[in-house]
C-alpha cells in the first residue's frame, strides 16, 4: 500500500552514505543541532552545537517578526506574541518549523549551521509516542521538501546512549558503541518523560510521560508573580525569572516556614536570606533583569522614581520569596495544581516496577537526567533523596545530570555520527525511501522491517 | 398483692413468682436494618445541600471528592498553565527571501504531499483524536504491524445446517502476527545480553537471609520485550499515585503559605485573617460562585 513517492528530485544513482550529518534535536523550546562526520575520528565537540530557539515571535513594539535565530537579536522582549511549531513535544505547525529551518540551516548569509540538504544525512529526533500522523508527516516533509541524502528519525531519549556516561565508575563509551543500561529523565518544554534504555533500544511499554514541563513552571510563576504585579504576557521575562532565581527546596515545609510572614495576631520575623529583589528589564536602560538579595530598607516607590539607584535610573523591583521553591515543587508533587499523576519520584519507580525484576537495581543505579529545566539548583539532590526514601535500603540509588544537560542528547547523535558502520546500518536514504515508500521507511525506524 | 397496711382485715394474699407471671417489661429488643436518622438532625429540609451535610448520608471519601464543577474548573486550570501564549492576533509567518527557493512554489510545499502537510492546520488535539478513532475504529496503529487477514463474516447458515470444518480459518482468530526482525542496531550488542538464565553468585554459609538475585530473562524474553510496539500518547502517561498517598495539599491563595481556612462562599483556601480579608476584598468570586 505504499503511496507514489515522487520526489522533485531525481535521487542520487548511488546509496552511499553522505559525508556529513546534521542531527537536529528538535525541542519545544530551542533547537539543538550541529553537524557531524564520520570521516575524520575526534570526538564531538560541544561547541559545534547551536541552539536555536525554536518560535516565531512577533514585536508589537517594533512590527517586527523574529524567526528561530534571529529572536536573539530582539531589543524589546516585552508583549511578545509567540507561535511555537512544537506542541506538546512533537512538530505540528510544519509552516512555522519549514521558516525555522531555511532561517537556520539554508539561508544564504547568515545561517546558523550551514548545509546543503542533497548531500548531508539527517538525524532527527521526536519524543516517545508519537501519533503515527506526525511520524509520517515529519518523514514527507524530509525527503521531499528538504531533500535530505538520507534520514534516522528516533525518540529522543535513544541517542543519550551514545554520549559520555556521567557516571564515575562507568568507562567512556567508544563512540558507536551504546551504554548498556541507563534511566533518562528528560525534564524538557512540554513535559517530562522517563524511558529504560538497553543498549540504546528502550523499553517501549516502560516509557512514562508527566505532564509538567517547563512550559508549566513559567506559566505557573506567572500566575503566582501576578498576585502583586500582572505579567501575563511577559513569557520570555518570566521565563528569565524562572531561570534566575528559581531553585529546588531540599526540605520544603521548613523553608515555607521560614518565609511566612504570620497571621495578623501571630507575626512572624521572615528569613530574609531567602528573599530576592528581582529588577524587571526595562530595555531602555537594564536590558536583562537580574536579582539581588533582599533589601528591606530600600523604598519600592522611590526607586520606581529614580532616587537612591545607583545612575539614578528607575527600577522596577519585584520581591520573590516563596514563589522561589515553591514552582518547581510542582514537578515532584503535581497534586497541588490537581492534577491526578505521581510526582517524578513515583513515576521513576512506575516505569522500573514494569522491567523485569531482574534489572531493577541495574536501572537504579544509572539514572541519567537530561534536560533544560533539569538545571534547577538542587534538583538532582532532591530527586536522590526522594528515590531513597521510597526504595529498599540496602538498593543503590545513584542519580547523575548530565555535564550539558540541554545538549547531551546532540552529543549522543554526534557520537553515533562518528561511526560509519552504525550509520550505514540506520540511515535510509532518498533513494530506498523513493522505492519503498513512507510507510516501509516508518517501519524501519520503528524497527519492524528488514532493511 | 397487698402492700401496706390496710384498715380492715383481708387474708394474707401473696403472690408467688412464677414462670408464667414474670412482668414483661414495656420494651424488647429488635434488630434493625440500615442506618437510623438522628431525628434531631432531620428538620425536614428541601435543600439537598443542608440534607447531605446535616443528615449524613456521605461517606468521608465522598465528601473530598470534588464536584463535577469543580473538577471541570481543575482541569481548565490545568490546560491553561500547559497551554502557549495564545494571543489576541496570530503570528503569521513571514515569507522570506534568502531561503532555499523563491517564490512561491517554496513556500506551499513542492510536492502533493508537502502542500497538504504545509497548509493543513491541524493542531496535536486533533492529530491525537484521529488516532485514537482509528484505533477504535481498526484495532491497530498504521505502521505497527501488517493489516490483520481479513476477517470472514459471520456465517449466515443456520446452526443446525452448518458442516463441521476444522481447517477453516472460521474456527480461530486471525493469526497474531509473527514479530519481524528486530531493528537495525549493531548485532554486537546482543551478544552481550546473558545467555544463562539465572545468575551464578557464590553464596556463602553466613549469608543464608539473603534472598537469591532475581533472575534475568532470557534472550528470547528480552527480544520480544525491545520490539514491543510503542504505546500510544495517553496510554504513555504516568498513573495517580498509589491511593494511600496523602491528600493534596493546599496553599494560601493570597500569600502561599499552607491553605488553613476555607471560604464559605468561593471554597478558596488562605492561611490567615490578613490574608482572608484581603481575598474577601478583592478576590472572593462571592458573585458568581
Known amino acids: ?451 | 398483692m397487698a402492700t401496706g397496711p390496710l384498715r380492715f382485715r383481708t387474708p394474707h394474699i401473696e403472690e408467688l413468682p412464677t414462670t408464667g407471671s414474670k412482668q414483661s417489661p414495656n420494651y424488647v429488643y429488635m434488630a434493625v436494618s440500615g442506618q437510623q436518622e438522628d431525628p434531631a438532625k432531620n428538620w425536614g429540609t428541601n435543600n439537598r445541600k443542608r440534607a447531605r451535610a446535616s443528615v449524613g448520608k456521605q461517606t468521608d471519601q465522598q465528601r473530598e471528592a470534588l464536584s463535577a464543577r469543580q473538577q471541570r474548573e481543575v482541569e481548565r486550570r490545568i490546560k491553561d498553565l500547559n497551554s502557549d501564549y495564545k494571543p489576541a492576533l496570530e503570528v503569521v509567518v513571514p515569507k522570506r527571501d534568502g531561503g532555499a527557493g523563491v517564490g512561491s512554489a517554496a513556500k506551499a510545499g513542492k510536492t502533493p504531499n508537502t502542500k497538504k502537510i504545509l497548509a493543513s492546520g491541524k493542531t496535536f488535539t486533533h492529530h491525537l483524536e484521529d488516532e485514537e478513532a482509528e484505533i477504535a475504529r481498526t484495532g491497530r496503529r498504521d505502521g505497527d504491524a501488517e493489516a490483520p487477514p481479513a476477517t470472514h463474516r459471520a456465517s449466515k447458515t443456520p446452526l443446525a445446517r452448518r458442516k463441521a470444518r476444522e481447517d477453516s480459518s472460521l474456527s480461530g482468530s486471525p493469526a497474531p502476527v509473527t514479530p519481524m526482525a528486530p531493528p537495525p542496531l549493531p548485532r554486537s550488542a546482543q551478544a552481550l545480553l546473558p545467555s544463562s538464565n539465572a545468575m551464578e553468585i557464590d553464596v556463602e554459609d553466613d549469608d543464608d537471609e539473603y534472598d537469591s538475585i532475581p533472575a534475568l530473562p532470557s534472550e528470547a524474553e528480552m527480544e520480544a520485550l525491545l520490539n514491543a510496539p510503542p504505546l500510544t500518547y495517553n496510554q504513555a502517561r504516568s498513573a495517580p499515585p498509589p491511593p494511600g498517598a496523602p491528600p493534596p495539599r493546599r496553599f494560601c491563595e493570597t500569600c502561599g503559605y499552607w491553605g488553613r481556612v476555607k471560604c464559605m462562599k468561593c471554597g478558596a483556601m488562605t492561611c490567615s485573617v490578613a490574608c482572608k480579608d484581603d481575598h474577601d476584598q478583592f478576590k472572593c468570586l462571592k458573585m458568581y460562585a
Open chain 1, 1 to 451: 500500500m505504499a503511496r507514489q513517492k515522487s520526489l522533485p528530485s531525481a535521487p542520487e544513482a548511488s546509496g552511499h552514505l553522505a559525508d556529513k550529518t546534521l542531527i537536529i534535536d528538535n525541542g519545544a523550546h530551542t533547537l539543538k543541532a550541529g553537524l557531524a562526520t564520520h570521516l575524520d575520528d575526534t570526538p564531538p565537540n560541544l561547541d559545534s552545537c547551536h541552539i536555536i530557539p525554536n518560535v516565531i515571535a512577533r514585536s508589537q513594539r517594533d512590527k517586527r517578526t523574529y524567526i528561530g535565530p534571529e529572536y536573539s537579536d530582539c531589543l524589546d522582549f516585552g508583549e511578545l506574541a509567540y507561535r511555537r511549531p512544537v506542541e506538546k513535544g512533537f512538530i505540528v505547525h510544519w509552516e512555522a518549523e519549514k521558516a525555522v529551518w531555511e532561517r537556520s540551516f539554508l539561508h544564504k548569509d547568515d545561517a546558523v549551521v550551514k548545509c546543503d540538504p542533497e548531500e548531508t544525512s539527517l538525524i532527527l529526533t521526536e519524543a516517545p509516542n508519537a501519533p503515527v500522523a506526525l511520524q509520517r508527516n515529519a518523514d514527507e516533509m524530509v525527503f521531499e521538501e528538504f531533500g535530505f541524502a538520507g534520514y534516522y528519525r528516533t525518540i529522543a531519549p535513544t541517542l543519550n546512549a551514545y554520549a559520555p556516561s556521567p557516571f564515575p565508575s562507568t568507562a567512556t563509551s567508544v563512540s558507536g558503541v551504546p551504554l548498556e543500561c541507563l534511566l533518562i529523565i528528560d525534564v524538557g518544554h512540554s513535559h517530562t518523560t522517563v524511558t529504560p534504555l538497553h543498549h540504546g533500544r528502550p523499553f517501549q511499554h516502560a516509557i512514562k510521560r508527566l505532564e509538567i514541563g517547563g512550559k508549566t513552571l513559567t506559566n505557573q510563576m506567572k500566575l503566582l508573580i501576578s498576585r502583586t504585579f500582572d505579567v501575563h504576557r511577559e513569557d520570555h521575562i518570566v521565563s528569565e525569572i524562572k531561570e534566575d532565581v528559581c531553585f529546588v527546596s531540599q526540605d520544603f515545609n521548613a523553608d515555607l516556614e521560614r518565609v511566612w510572614r504570620g497571621g495578623r495576631y501571630d507575626p512572624r520575623a521572615v528569613d530574609a536570606s531567602l528573599l530576592v529583589d528581582y529588577v524587571l528589564p526595562d530595555y531602555e536602560t537594564i536590558k536583562r533583569g537580574y536579582a539581588r538579595p533582599h533589601d528591606p530598607a530600600v523604598k519600592l516607590r522611590d526607586i520606581m522614581l529614580g532616587i537612591g539607584t545607583e545612575g539614578g535610573r528607575r527600577e522596577h523591583v519585584l520581591t520573590i520569596a516563596n514563589e522561589r521553591f515553591v514552582v518547581p515543587e510542582l514537578l515532584f508533587s503535581p497534586a497541588d495544581i490537581g492534577m491526578r499523576q505521581a510526582g517524578l519520584a513515583g513515576m521513576v519507580l512506575q516505569s522500573i516496577d514494569a522491567l523485569p525484576a531482574g534489572f531493577r537495581q541495574a536501572y537504579l543505579a544509572n539514572i541519567l537526567v537530561v534536560g533544560g529545566t533539569s538545571k534547577l539548583p538542587g534538583f538532582v539532590q532532591r530527586l536522590e533523596s526522594e528515590l531513597r526514601s521510597l526504595v529498599d535500603v540496602d538498593e543503590v540509588v545513584r542519580v547523575a545530570r548530565a555535564e550539558e544537560p540541554a545538549k547531551n542528547v546532540w552529543l549522543g547523535g554526534a557520537g553515533m555520527a562518528k561511526s560509519a558502520d552504525l550509520m550505514r546500518s540506520l540511515i535510509v536514504t532518498r533513494q530506498e525511501y523513493a522505492e519503498h515508500g513512507d510507510g516501509w521507511a516508518r517501519r524501519v525506524f520503528a524497527g519492524k522491517a528488514r532493511r
